[in-house]
Nanobody, 121 residues
Framework: QVQLVESGGGLVQAGGSLTLSCAAS????????MVWFRQAPGKEREFVGS????????YYADSVKGRFTLSRDNAKNTVYLQMNSLKSDDTATYYC??????????????WGQGTQVTVSS
């Protein structure tokens, strides 16, 4: 069992930055890809990015590529999502998940509770 807790969400102006954190506890954190998804009201949950257990391999959705950066600190059991040049389209609840690293949310058993990011234009 893995427990995940996100933090760092908030209200930011368009063009601004936020860093989200996801702290993990429970089973060995380093065994899993850590992945961020987001879900806006009335929309399906969508993949944002993933980072491998080593932190050396990252993969991003086209919509955030070049603006968002994933990193992880296995010693602290924490993964970070640095979000720059935020747009109103980035407004959503952001969820971290632990699992195989795929882009389909249905493959993940471990989820955080979500943190809200609101970008004002």
């Amino acid at each position: 069992q893995v427990q995940l807790v996100e933090s760092g969400g908030g209200l930011v102006q368009a063009g601004g930055s936020l860093t989200l954190s996801c702290a993990a506890s429970g089973r060995t954190f380093s065994n899993y890809y850590m992945v961020w998804f987001r879900q806006a009201p009335g929309k399906e949950r969508e993949f944002v990015g993933s980072v491998s257990w080593s932190g050396l391999t990252t993969y991003y959705a086209d919509s955030v590529k070049g603006r968002f950066t994933l990193s992880r600190d296995n010693a602290k059991n924490t993964v970070y999502l640095q979000m720059n040049s935020l747009k109103s389209d980035d407004t959503a609840t952001y969820y971290c998940a632990a699992g195989p690293g795929t882009t389909w949310s249905g493959r993940y058993d471990y989820w955080g509770q979500g943190t809200q990011v609101t970008v004002s234009s």
